[in-house]
């Protein structure tokens, strides 16, 4: 299909050229014009949509670059005051606003007129933040969005020292895939120290967030945050029982493939215990994978392995060298996580992460540009609401990627053992994230179904689903209160409550759609680009449909995807005992 990434920012209709967001008394006149106006036909409430998404595109837009900001620079304190400001005075006010602007478009008489194939899952959408919309859980919100990014400020400044100089965790983690295992030991360590230093810190965070989701919740008519989450998350076409299906195909099929990557692993390094320093690791004499060992090696060896697939891809990552939309090195006082951010009004996203070298860096950089392309396909939709597509596809577009890229990774492996190393490792992270995406959000179940719990109850709670989706081959004597808090290391406890499953749908979606790929290429590439060019335009499983694939995640479907990866497994030289 054809598709280009050289966007240019489209004229402004509705807000001035020159208007940027500062004080809600600039903004508040737009935002009167649009609550006040009538619209008496059709092309008046085409019009009237369009300035919406105008205005949405600009704030939203403007409030992006102030979380890049603060999270590239967490000890910036003009930057983190900016984000703050926003959350505070300006976001609150705006929300009364956009719950009359919804009323007003479901109670138009010219609604009827707008073509529901692409407008019913906005319509849907508003239909359901009208009803979830409190005016009292306006200012819990704000404080809640303050409270989350406490999280990045707290992980930002933790670090540690090794051979008298410092690194980040995300940079200290290289050292755990080093054959020296008393090295690899001596820096889990101190990991497991430095972290445990915030434990209390982090402990009387999340109960606050905890207990004011609830008071939301609360307040929306909910007994609990997770009813009304799913409701917020616009899960439409899943519901609990389903993900606790999903936690029981993981059990049942994923966690036997896990057990076999950890015994190969075991009997590649010569070990009679697999200790928490283990599991990344390579034997005596083998170096860690090293992909690039700078920001700009990694982004031009991106680039070029983009362009093999597609040279749309490559357009698009180039078009965010040339705007400076990325910056990808990890560094002290750096928010920890990647991310990439959809900029809605001038349509090129930014990239953000902390890279330091390894082949996890490696496969970020290619989840993340699956990311990128999605923001640059769906940009041309006529409606910013069009393109705040669900997680659910938004990860299948990122997790794909990574996979279909794969073939193409001797741009940074000229070795042939290395690169059969580094395929071997995104198809054990593939395998191994799915009984950790389960056990994280069978974790949030019950943390937002038990309000009020105590610490002692949570740590409980957490170490019995850990120990139900744990392989058991790992000896953890020693660690046993840093693996109690072992969660707390998953920001989107704190920053995303309940967007975690998403991942789970979705690299079960990547999986079909890495079958599909190795079946026919260009067709599995233009199912790709054909589905993320629809935003959110159509259903889930519609877009699953475009892209090929099925959107399920029942145990039928986990154990055949499960076997699919298991005989790729098998021919990559892995030993099937199971």
């Known amino acids: 299909m054809n598709a280009t990434a050289k966007i240019e920012k489209a004229p402004r209709k509705f807000l001035t050229e020159d208007f940027t967001v500062t004080t809600w008394d600039l903004l508040q006149p737009y935002f009167e014009d649009l609550k006040s106006r009538e619209i008496k036909s059709k092309a008046d409430l085409d019009k009237w949509l369009k300035d919406i998404s105008e205005l ?17 620079d967490t000890t910036n304190k003009e930057y983190e005051d900016a984000f703050t400001n926003f959350c505070l005075e300006i976001e609150p006010k705006m929300k009364p606003y956009f719950f009359e602007l919804n009323k007003k478009l479901l109670d138009s008489p010219y609604k009827g007129e707008l073509d529901t194939n692409e407008f019913f899952p906005y319509l849907r959408n508003v239909g359901t933040s009208v009803n979830l919309y409190r005016e ?13 990014q406490q ?17 980040t965790l995300q940079q200290a983690a290289r050292f755990l895939q080093n054959p020296d295992r008393n090295l690899r030991e001596t820096v889990f360590r101190k990991i497991a120290a430095r972290r445990l230093q915030d434990k209390d810190k982090l402990n009387e965070l999340f109960d606050k967030l905890l207990a004011k989701r609830h008071e939301v919740a609360k307040n929306a ?6 009813d009304y989450k799913f409701k917020e998350l616009g899960r439409f076409d899943y519901t609990p029982e389903d993900c606790f299906e999903f936690h029981a195909a993981v059990k049942q099929h994923i966690l036997p493939l896990q057990k076999m990557l950890v015994e190969a692993r075991k009997a590649r390094l010569g070990l009679d215990v697999m200790k928490p320093w283990d599991g990344d690791a390579e034997p005596e004499g083998t170096q860690p994978l090293q992909p690039f060992t700078t920001g700009k090696e990694l982004s031009d060896g991106a680039i070029e392995v983009f362009g093999r697939l597609r040279p749309f891809f490559k357009d698009c990552l180039e078009t965010m060298i040339d705007m400076n939309r990325m910056d990808l090195e990890s560094r002290i006082g750096k928010a920890p996580g990647g991310y990439n951010c959809p900029l809605a009004e001038t349509g090129v996203p930014f990239i953000f992460m902390n890279a330091a070298g390894t082949i996890g860096d490696l496969i970020t950089m290619m989840h993340e540009g699956g990311h990128a392309v999605h923001s640059f396909l769906s940009h041309p939709l006529k409606l910013s609401a069009f393109k705040e597509y669900p997680m659910e596809i938004a990860e299948l577009a990122s997790m794909s990627m990574e996979l279909f890229t794969m073939e193409h990774w001797d741009v940074f492996f000229k070795d042939q053992s290395e690169l059969h190393r580094a395929k071997l490792e995104e198809l054990e992270r593939v395998i191994t994230v799915l009984p950790w995406i389960a056990t994280i959000d069978k974790f949030q179940h019950w943390l937002y179904t038990n309000p009020g719990h105590t610490i002692a109850q949570r740590e409980e709670q957490w170490m019995a689903i850990l120990n139900e989706y744990s392989t058991g081959l790992t000896d953890w004597s020693g660690f046993e209160e840093y693996r109690q808090n072992f969660w707390q290391k998953q920001l989107h406890l704190f920053e995303v409550p309940f967007y ?15 079958r599909q790929y190795r079946g026919n290429k260009e067709q599995a590439l233009d199912n790709y680009m054909s589905a993320l060019s629809l935003g ?24 055949e995807l499960g076997t699919f990866v298991k005989d790729r497994l098998v021919e990559m030289g892995l030993k099937a005992d199971t």
């Open 536 to 559: 959110y335009t159509k259903t889930l499983k519609e877009l699953y449909a475009t892209a090929g694939i099925k959107f399920d995640f029942s145990p039928a479907y986990v154990q």
């Open 151 to 167: 999280y990045g400020t707290i992980s930002g400044q933790m670090t540690i020292e090794i051979d008298g100089k410092e690194y």
């Open 56 to 72: 949405e595109a600009v704030i939203s837009e403007d409030a992006s670059w102030r979380q890049i900001k603060m999270t590239i």
């Open 136 to 148: 009292e859980n306006v200012a819990i919100q704000a404080d809640l969005s303050v409270l989350a």
């Open 500 to 514: 975690y499953i998403e991942y789970g749908i979705a690299q079960l979606g990547a999986i079909a759609m890495w």
């Open 221 to 226: 008519g909910f007994d609990n945050y997770r």
